[in-house]
DNA sequence: GATCCTCGAGTTCT
DNA sequence: CTCGAGGATC
């Protein structure tokens, strides 16, 4: 046997090797070497290639990347077309879907596939001779994009078919998507480059896949699955669409994971309502369910319509994204006096709850997104939470619709409106003149991370100012039940609670109480620094804008707002009669204080604890806990379900620790001495 | 002076 | 979560 035949002995065995991992990891879901088994497979290939270029092949893997960008994707007239779906949005609509079904099949019961309908790009495959000739975009359902180039870079798509029971030439159709996981780390990828993220993972698909330089969609994580055919020759189709997706999978051709075949609209209804329900969960985007008629006769007799398939729904999950109309655009005031537009909407469901505002964050923003009242607007909830407005619809403009003017005045207490230095951001000049204001520094001196007054909320607070009954801070300890008694929803046993919790928040920290007075600047951060530098509130105040500045975190800016705070003879008196109240604190003790110097940072759900006492935890043994993952980070604490920081922290060489171990870490310094 | 980290502040709905 | 900007660092 000669030196090349043993090449081409190897190289083929190798491809053979490589397609079956491909097979055993987007098929089956079930690999069995790691990823580094897998990279030196193709690299002992790509070697043999390189040294045997005779040998190499278009459908070798290691081909995936090939032809060098065209100029633009040529047409591609599909031989059946690629129709839509109809939609179905409520259960109802389901029902009548069936109900057509069973109508004019004249049957009692039908059974549907039912699987989720995944937001990607539809594509469509040929296979010519088990290999992969063509692939197309679904374009305007007739004529797509020849994408061939890019669609080969997808690992999950097989360039040459198992075994050799397929079609001599047939049509695969199914959709490109990615995975959550992958678009997360792309977005993150490009942010860390400079480039811009993509909005959804749908068009990070879309944008992927269309890349006319086939070496970036294969750097995208891009995934595929089949749901069904266009061309495909009559005689050989099976008996249900079930049976041919189970071909599909023994051809190499993944399908989708959470497949079932269900029983009647009743069984529709209830795979809907669990995959709903496991939505936040999947690893990928699905924006409904897709039914289809198992047996393939009944769909042949259910025929189309002009736009799509008789036997085909798509139930669709509420959207995450939703158009509705602005309203108004109040301006509401912070506790700082910053003043923010918040875009009044049109009630309307995005993700399960009805949102009727979005913060619009300042007023350079609504100049950027160009925010009118009246105008249509695109509004998501961001990290599935909080309501943003992600842009305005043009096209739907009213001719009235104003633009939005930032205010001169500020709209509660009338005084004049400044621009903050930055200029991104406005506020009120009034000070704790203005009511607003005022109110915010209660809620804030209230809050659970201040002082935590338990029961002192926004409405309560509101008749305090009312009633005239508050006029500072101070004030709140000066209540007597009986006043109270005199509020609305306030009996004896509130007010007797309210004052048992102001008088619960008279044992305090330095640092909770100085985060409390809402000096500007100082956040929580800030406090704990200012408090463990100085002492007492006695240094602190004595301190001057110099001394302040030398404090390792305290600049100019930081340091003349604290100094200008202490000068304020309205504060000074403020801070005597809350002492004189009882508002005390012990000074801090020198405790051993094994991890200073350290930094944590947490990500991902623990278990044993909240995120917070796992915070006071490791701070009581003088760690730092920071928010974001950078060089400067000791540990990396992972709990269930970690975010983006673990990626970064691979990248950078952090230390990573599971909750097992931080637990262990925690009780080998605490331990000694305390008992 | 530019760049990278952090921090502060404001935000929705149940 | 998001934006803006203060502080540290080179």
Same mark, same amino acid.
Request: glycine residues 8%; aromatic residues 8%.
């Given at each position: 046997?000669?030196?090349?035949?043993?090449?081409?002995?190897?190289?083929?065995?190798?491809?053979?090797?490589? !397609?079956?991992?491909?097979?055993?990891?987007?098929?089956?879901?079930?690999?069995?070497?790691?990823?580094?088994?897998?990279?030196?497979?193709?690299?002992? $290939?790509?070697?043999?290639? &390189?040294?045997?270029?005779?040998?190499?092949?278009?459908?070798? +893997?290691?081909?995936?990347?090939?032809?060098?960008?065209?100029?633009?994707?040529?047409?591609?007239?599909?031989?059946?077309?690629?129709?839509?779906?109809?939609?179905?949005?409520?259960?109802?609509?389901?029902?009548?879907?069936?109900?057509?079904? #069973?109508?004019?099949?004249?049957?009692?019961?039908? /059974?549907?596939?039912?699987?989720?309908?995944?937001?990607?790009?539809?594509?469509?495959?040929?296979? /010519?001779?088990?290999?992969?000739?063509?692939?197309?975009?679904?374009?305007?359902?007739?004529?797509?994009?020849?994408?061939?180039?890019?669609?080969?870079?997808?690992?999950?798509?097989?360039?040459?078919?198992?075994?050799?029971?397929?079609? *001599?030439?047939? *049509?695969?159709?199914?959709?490109?998507?990615?995975?959550?996981?992958? =678009? %997360?780390?792309?977005?993150?990828?490009?942010?860390?480059?400079? /480039?811009?993220?993509?909005?959804?993972?749908?068009?990070?698909?879309?944008?992927?896949?269309?890349?006319?330089?086939?070496?970036?969609?294969?750097?995208?994580?891009? !995934?595929?699955?089949?749901?069904?055919?266009?061309?495909?020759?009559?005689?050989?189709?099976?008996?249900?669409?079930?049976?041919?997706?189970?071909?599909?999978?023994?051809?190499?051709?993944?399908?989708?994971?959470?497949?079932?075949?269900?029983?009647?609209?009743?069984?529709?209804?209830?795979?809907?309502?669990?995959?709903?329900?496991?939505?936040?969960?999947?690893?990928?985007?699905?924006?409904?369910?897709?039914?289809?008629?198992?047996?393939?006769?009944?769909?042949?007799?259910?025929?189309?319509?002009?736009?799509?398939?008789?036997?085909?729904?798509?139930?669709?999950?509420?959207?995450?994204?939703?158009?509705?109309?602005?309203?108004?655009?109040?301006?509401?005031?912070? #506790?700082?006096?910053?003043?923010? +537009?918040?875009?009044?909407?049109?009630?309307?469901?995005?993700?399960?709850?009805?949102?009727?505002?979005?913060?619009?964050?300042? =007023?350079?923003?609504?100049?950027?997104?160009?925010?009118?009242?009246?105008?249509?607007?695109?509004?998501?909830?961001?990290?599935?939470?909080? +309501?943003?407005?992600?842009?305005?619809?043009? /096209?739907? %403009?009213?001719?009235? @619709?104003?633009?939005?003017?930032?205010?001169?005045?500020?709209?509660?207490?009338?005084?004049?409106?400044?621009?903050?230095?930055?200029?991104?951001?406005?506020?009120?000049?009034?000070?704790?003149?203005?009511?607003?204001?005022?109110?915010?520094?209660?809620?804030?001196?209230?809050?659970?991370?201040?002082?935590?007054?338990?029961?002192?909320?926004?409405?309560?607070?509101?008749?305090?100012?009312?009633?005239?009954?508050?006029?500072?801070?101070?004030?709140?300890?000066?209540?007597?039940?009986?006043?109270?008694?005199?509020?609305?929803?306030?009996?004896?046993?509130? @007010?007797?609670?309210?004052?048992?919790?102001?008088?619960?928040?008279?044992?305090?920290?330095?640092?909770?109480?100085?985060?409390?007075?809402?000096?500007?600047?100082?956040?929580?951060?800030?406090?704990?620094?200012?408090?463990?530098?100085?002492?007492?509130?006695?240094?602190?105040?004595?301190?001057?804008?110099?001394?302040?500045?030398?404090?390792?975190?305290?600049?100019?800016?930081?340091?003349?707002?604290? &100094?200008? =705070?202490?000068?304020? +003879?309205?504060?000074?008196?403020?801070?005597?009669? $809350?002492?004189?109240?009882?508002?005390?604190?012990?000074?801090?003790?020198?405790?051993?204080?094994?991890?200073?110097?350290?930094?944590?940072?947490?990500?991902?759900?623990?278990?044993?604890?909240?995120?917070?006492?796992?915070?006071?935890?490791?701070? @009581?043994?003088?760690?730092?806990?920071?928010?974001?993952?950078?060089?400067?980070?000791?540990?990396?604490?992972?709990?269930?379900?970690?975010?983006?920081?673990?990626?970064?922290?691979?990248?950078?060489?952090?230390?990573?620790?599971?909750?097992?171990?931080?637990?262990?870490?925690?009780?080998?310094? *605490?331990?000694?001495?305390?008992?």
């Amino acid at each position: 046997m000669s030196a090349s035949e043993a090449a081409r002995q190897r190289v083929e065995a190798l491809r053979r090797e490589i !397609e079956y991992h491909n097979f055993r990891y987007y098929v089956l879901d079930q690999p069995v070497i790691s990823d580094a088994e897998y990279d030196a497979l193709m690299a002992e $290939l790509q070697a043999l290639e &390189a040294a045997y270029p005779e040998l190499v092949t278009p459908d070798s +893997p290691t081909q995936r990347v090939g032809a060098p960008p065209a100029q633009a994707f040529a047409a591609v007239r599909h031989e059946a077309a690629m129709l839509s779906l109809d939609n179905a949005f409520t259960e109802q609509e389901v029902r009548d879907f069936d109900r057509r079904v #069973r109508d004019r099949l004249e049957v009692e019961t039908v /059974e549907y596939t039912a699987e989720p309908k995944l937001d990607g790009l539809a594509v469509s495959l040929l296979y /010519e001779h088990g290999r992969l000739a063509l692939g197309a975009t679904r374009g305007d359902g007739f004529v797509g994009e020849d994408v061939t180039a890019n669609v080969k870079t997808i690992r999950a798509i097989p360039l040459r078919l198992r075994g050799s029971d397929w079609p *001599e030439r047939f *049509e695969v159709r199914g959709e490109v998507f990615m995975p959550l996981e992958g =678009f %997360r780390k792309l977005n993150a990828w490009a942010l860390e480059h400079g /480039e811009k993220a993509f909005a959804n993972p749908r068009n990070a698909a879309a944008g992927s896949l269309r890349q006319l330089d086939p070496g970036v969609t294969a750097k995208r994580p891009l !995934e595929f699955y089949a749901y069904g055919v266009g061309f495909f020759p009559k005689q050989r189709l099976p008996e249900t669409q079930a049976g041919l997706l189970a071909c599909f999978k023994e051809w190499g051709l993944p399908v989708a994971r959470e497949l079932k075949v269900v029983s009647g609209v009743e069984g529709c209804l209830e795979y809907y309502r669990d995959l709903l329900a496991r939505r936040p969960s999947l690893p990928f985007e699905a924006d409904g369910v897709v039914y289809k008629v198992n047996r393939l006769a009944w769909q042949e007799r259910l025929g189309y319509t002009a736009r799509a398939p008789r036997w085909a729904i798509a139930h669709k999950f509420p959207p995450h994204e939703v158009t509705t109309v602005v309203e108004a655009v109040e301006v509401q005031v912070g #506790r700082t006096g910053i003043l923010t +537009p918040v875009a009044k909407l049109k009630p309307v469901p995005v993700g399960g709850v009805v949102v009727s505002s979005a913060t619009l964050h300042n =007023f350079e923003e609504v100049k950027r997104k160009d925010v009118r009242v009246g105008d249509t607007v695109i509004v998501r909830r961001a990290g599935d939470v909080i +309501p943003e407005v992600v842009k305005v619809i043009p /096209e739907k %403009r009213p001719l009235a @619709a104003r633009p939005v003017e930032p205010p001169t005045r500020c709209p509660v207490c009338g005084a004049e409106a400044v621009a903050d230095p930055g200029g991104a951001l406005i506020r009120c000049s009034g000070g704790l003149y203005c009511p607003a204001q005022l109110k915010a520094a209660l809620k804030h001196f209230a809050s659970r991370r201040a002082l935590d007054i338990e029961g002192l909320g926004e409405k309560l607070i509101d008749q305090l100012l009312e009633k005239g009954l508050v006029k500072d801070v101070a004030d709140l300890y000066s209540l007597r039940p009986e006043q109270l008694a005199e509020l609305e929803r306030m009996g004896a046993k509130s @007010a007797q609670n309210l004052i048992q919790a102001l008088e619960g928040s008279k044992s305090t920290t330095l640092a909770r109480f100085l985060f409390a007075l809402g000096i500007r600047e100082v956040g929580e951060v800030t406090a704990q620094i200012l408090a463990e530098h100085f002492g007492s509130l006695e240094k602190l105040m004595a301190a001057d804008e110099s001394e302040l500045e030398q404090v390792p975190g305290i600049g100019p800016v930081v340091a003349k707002h604290i &100094a200008a =705070f202490f000068r304020q +003879p309205h504060n000074l008196n403020v801070i005597e009669r $809350l002492r004189r109240a009882g508002v005390h604190w012990q000074t801090p003790q020198a405790e051993p204080r094994p991890l200073v110097g350290k930094t944590f940072v947490f990500t991902g759900a623990l278990t044993a604890m909240t995120r917070d006492q796992a915070k006071a935890r490791v701070e @009581a043994l003088g760690a730092r806990v920071s928010e974001s993952v950078s060089r400067a980070t000791d540990y990396l604490v992972v709990g269930a379900a970690p975010g983006a920081k673990l990626d970064k922290a691979r990248r950078l060489g952090v230390t990573i620790i599971d909750e097992q171990e931080f637990l262990t870490l925690l009780h080998q310094f *605490e331990a000694p001495g305390r008992g």
